[in-house]
Structures are given as structure tokens and as C-alpha cells.
């Protein structure tokens, strides 16, 4: 088993930044390639990041391709999701992911474990 505890989400104005972490214990984190999910009120959800194994190969939905980065940390067995430039559309329950294995797909149906989530809520 994998635990997965979100944190960082709250309340930004349009073009404002926040930080989502997600802290993990269980199974050996460097064995999971680690992602962001979201879904927002009445929506599906929707992949948004995902980082590899060795953190050198990254992948990102085109709405927020250039705004959003991934990143992870071994040594701490956390990632994080640096979000910049926020847009009120970008309004959602993130949610933390590990697959395991090596595949960086965006199908939501591969991830192993979830977080619970955490709600960022951007006002235009």
C-alpha cells in the first residue's frame, strides 16, 4: 500500500501561484511514477501532470502546459505541483497519483493510489 496526503490547495485571485505537495509513505516511492489529477464540480477527472521515476521525463495536459510544473523529491518521497499564472477554469479537487511501473500514460485507469485531495479555488 501507498499513502498519499495532498496538501498546498486554498483560495488564489486570477494570475496568482500556489504550491500542492504531496506527502507519501508506504511502498518505495522511487518505484512509482508519481502525477496530478483534477476534477472540477459536475466534471470527470482529468489528468494534469506526471513525472517519470528518475524525475527526468515530464508530461502535462495542454490546458496547463506552461504554467504548471511538476516536480519530485526522493529524498523526502514527496511531489509537488507548482501552479503559476491560475485561471478561474483551473478550479478543482487535486488529487495526488502513483502508478507503478514506468508509464507516464494520462489514463486515469492505471494509477494505483490516490490521494484524497485537496480543493484550489481560483476567483476571477
Known amino acids: 500500500q501507498v499513502q498519499l496526503v495532498e496538501s498546498g490547495g486554498g483560495l488564489v485571485q486570477a494570475g496568482g501561484s500556489l504550491r500542492l505537495s504531496c506527502a507519501t509513505s508506504?511502498?518505495?516511492?522511487?518505484?512509482?511514477?508519481m502525477g496530478w489529477f483534477r476534477q472540477a464540480p459536475g466534471l470527470e477527472r482529468q489528468f494534469v501532470a506526471v513525472i517519470s521515476r528518475s524525475g527526468g521525463r515530464t508530461s502535462y495536459a495542454d490546458s496547463v502546459k506552461g504554467r504548471f510544473t511538476i516536480s519530485r523529491d526522493d529524498a523526502k518521497s514527496t511531489v509537488s505541483l507548482q501552479m503559476n499564472g491560475l485561471k478561474a477554469e483551473d478550479t478543482a479537487v487535486y488529487y495526488c497519483?502513483?502508478?507503478?511501473?514506468?508509464?507516464?500514460?494520462?489514463?486515469?485507469?492505471?494509477?494505483?493510489?490516490w490521494g484524497k485531495g485537496t480543493l484550489v479555488t481560483v476567483s476571477s
Open positions: 508506504g511502498r518505495t516511492f522511487s518505484n512509482y511514477v
Open positions: 497519483a502513483a502508478r507503478f511501473g514506468y508509464s507516464l500514460s494520462a489514463d486515469i485507469s492505471g494509477v494505483d493510489y
